[in-house]
């Protein structure tokens, strides 16, 4: 089955640039799919970060994009994050997940069908000097 | 900040229903399909329904999903000890252009 890992470092100093890899075994990137990013501060909510498709359009969170880069490695079946200029507010267990985003027509018509699965048991990155 | 809106508790005894809202607008839920996340304690979160009122295998009947306008819900009938977790809605939203989470709701099993 699909399975995520995600790894990199666990600390990063603010300022600086957090960078992660998810590496995707048991499907191949290169078939199809949006591949996100989600973050979690403790003991707080889901933030949805960005999204990339195997051939490398992205999209990202408004509230953040000016800091972010999603890339796609399809010969190491990986994608990773970077967010630059970090800040405290940046701490957060960071989990990156197959993300399904898709038309989808009913009844009612047109409507975007957009969920994240499967997840990866998610990192901790804590932002401290 | 979320723009998704879910009470931040419910709770329920053993065999009991709990039913979990989610409040949105017409450019999230009201346009769009809704997705529900189960995340049990110290784990990653898990689908438990997507497209409005679908499980994927292995979710138990128990979990059921609903939508009505620019609200949605997600029911838990036969409430057990295993369902003590938090649960977050989800859905695409025009405005941010990307997915919105909702605010989380824990759910305690009395």
């Known amino acids: 089955q699909v399975q995520l890992q995600e790894s990199g470092p666990g600390l990063v100093k603010p300022s600086e640039t957090l960078s992660?890899?998810?590496t995707v075994s048991g499907y191949s990137i290169s078939t199809g799919y949006y591949w996100g990013w989600i973050r979690q501060p403790p003991g707080k909510g889901l933030e949805w970060i960005g999204s990339i498709y195997h051939h490398g359009s992205t999209y990202h969170n408004p509230s953040l994009k000016s800091r972010v880069t999603i890339s796609v490695d399809t010969s190491t079946n990986q994608f990773s994050l970077e967010l630059s200029s970090v800040t405290a507010a940046d701490t957060a267990v960071y989990y990156c997940a197959r993300h399904e985003s898709s038309d989808y027509y009913d009844s009612s018509g047109y409507s975007r069908n957009n969920w994240f699965d499967p997840w990866g048991q998610g990192t901790l990155v804590s932002v401290s000097s | 900040q979320s723009v998704l809106t879910q009470p931040p508790s419910a709770s329920g005894t053993?065999?009991?229903r709990v039913t979990i809202s989610c409040s949105g607008s017409s450019s999230n839920i009201g346009s769009h399909t809704v997705n529900w996340y189960q995340q049990l304690p110290g784990t990653a979160p898990k689908?438990?329904?997507?497209?409005n009122n679908q499980r994927p295998s292995g979710v138990p009947d128990r979990f059921s999903g609903s939508k009505s306008g620019t609200s949605a819900s997600l029911a838990i009938s036969g409430l057990q000890s295993e369902d003590e977790a938090d649960y977050y809605c989800a859905a695409w939203d025009d405005s941010l252009n990307g997915n919105v989470f909702g605010t989380g709701t824990k759910v305690t099993v009395l």
């Open chain 1, 20 to 22: 992660l890899t998810c």
């Open chain 2, 47 to 51: 689908l438990l329904i997507y497209t």
């Open chain 2, 14 to 16: 053993p065999g009991q």
